[in-house]
């Protein structure tokens, strides 16, 4: 092996701490395999597969769609593997301009290229005893990929400029979000190395195919929160309703986002309005005596709208609002206090000391 005095890559992702504590055991049903969870019956055949190829050296390839976990998965397969006590290192291959590509990878000698002006130690070497992980591989150029192939095959390489031949024991974990066959026929990635990096496949299934998992993972989410802010907010039961029946096409990452925000807002109750109308939702548009509301807006925040707008034309005066509205004071009241309790908007000051009809 040679010298390690070189300079560490300008990124050295498997720096990061590799667990972090979690309160996923205390949500009843939410089970957990490393830094995955998930009950559903899709996950639990990940958890078992993940057992199975984590107790080897195989090279693995995982495929799924963004927002999945495809790192956690990775992650999770070195630290159940024998390697857990050496390197992880996370490399976004689509994130490197082409022509750096080699020289991130297996490092380069000093004036190897312009602007080498001191020599670097690679990704490989970096993750020498661990697991380098490979995230959108097949953003690689074919160029590229016939030195990734070597690489694999051989466990050896040089660095770009150098004439020593460097081995490195290396794991290899690949991911992508498209359909590796497709990428071959677009000529997007060699099928050899496709073939050498599939010795063992992983799907990461999406959020749309984890039906009994969203509402675990979202009271897992908030729980992470609460503890964090130390707070005890919790979910509306419409926000229940929204988690259990909208699809979540941005996956896990689109709800812990989704939900993050949600969290920010409210005061004790947590709103989830639908992604897809949550711009329209926030706020009416209100031109003097009218009011536009938009079409799709959930039918109780509709009503949520024109009583507090409502209310706020009419100065805060609730007899005026009540009657303008055609109930009567104590179902105002009544509705009113409701949005209080939720966490929502603050109704306008009243105008005078009044009372709720009986």
């Not at 026929?185 to 799907?203: C, I, Q, S, T």
Request: charged fraction near 25%; charge should be neutral.
């Amino acid at each position: 092996m040679a010298s390690t005095d070189l300079d560490s890559p300008a990124v050295a992702s498997g720096d990061t701490p590799l667990q972090k504590k979690r309160n996923a055991g205390e949500i009843a049903g939410l089970k957990s395999y490393g830094l995955l969870y998930g009950s559903s019956p899709v996950m639990m055949e990940l958890y078992s597969q993940i057992e199975r190829v984590a107790a080897t050296d195989a090279t693995a390839l995982i495929i799924g769609e963004s927002g999945t976990g495809k790192e956690l998965i990775a992650r999770t397969i070195h630290d159940q593997s024998a390697r857990r006590d050496a390197p992880f290192v996370a490399v976004n291959c689509g994130a490197i301009p082409d022509n750096l590509i080699e020289p991130e990878l297996f490092g380069h000698e000093k004036g190897s290229f312009t602007g080498a002006v001191q020599g670097r130690l690679g990704y490989f070497e970096h993750a020498n005893g661990g697991t380098l992980f490979l995230d959108e591989v097949t953003e690689m150029s074919p160029v590229r990929q016939v030195k990734l192939l070597r690489a694999l095959e051989t466990g050896t390489f040089f660095r770009v400029g150098g004439n020593e031949l460097i081995h490195s024991d290396v794991r290899v974990i690949a991911a992508t979000n498209r359909d590796p066959i497709v990428a071959v026929k677009e000529n997007g990635l060699r099928e050899d190395l496709m073939y050498r990096l599939a010795v063992f496949p992983l799907r990461a299934p999406p959020l749309r195919e984890r039906d009994s998992d969203r509402e675990f993972l979202a009271q897992h989410f908030l729980s992470e929160m609460n503890a964090q802010e130390g707070t005890n907010k919790s979910f509306s039961k419409r926000a229940i309703e929204m988690l259990r029946t909208y699809s979540w096409p941005g996956n896990v990452r689109e709800l812990k986002n989704t939900i993050y925000r949600a969290f920010i807002l409210a005061e004790k109750t947590v709103e989830i309005a639908h992604p897809h109308l949550a711009s329209r939702v926030k706020k009416p548009v209100t031109q003097g005596d009218a009011m536009n509301v938009w079409v799709g807006t959930p039918l109780a925040d509709a009503q949520k709208q024109i009583i507090l707008g409502t209310l706020k034309h009419c100065g805060g005066d609730k007899r005026r609002a009540a009657k303008a509205l055609g109930v009567s004071l104590k179902t105002l009241y009544n509705r009113l206090g409701t949005y209080e309790n939720e966490g929502g908007e603050g109704e306008p000051s009243a105008s005078g000391s009044e009372t709720a009809e009986s």
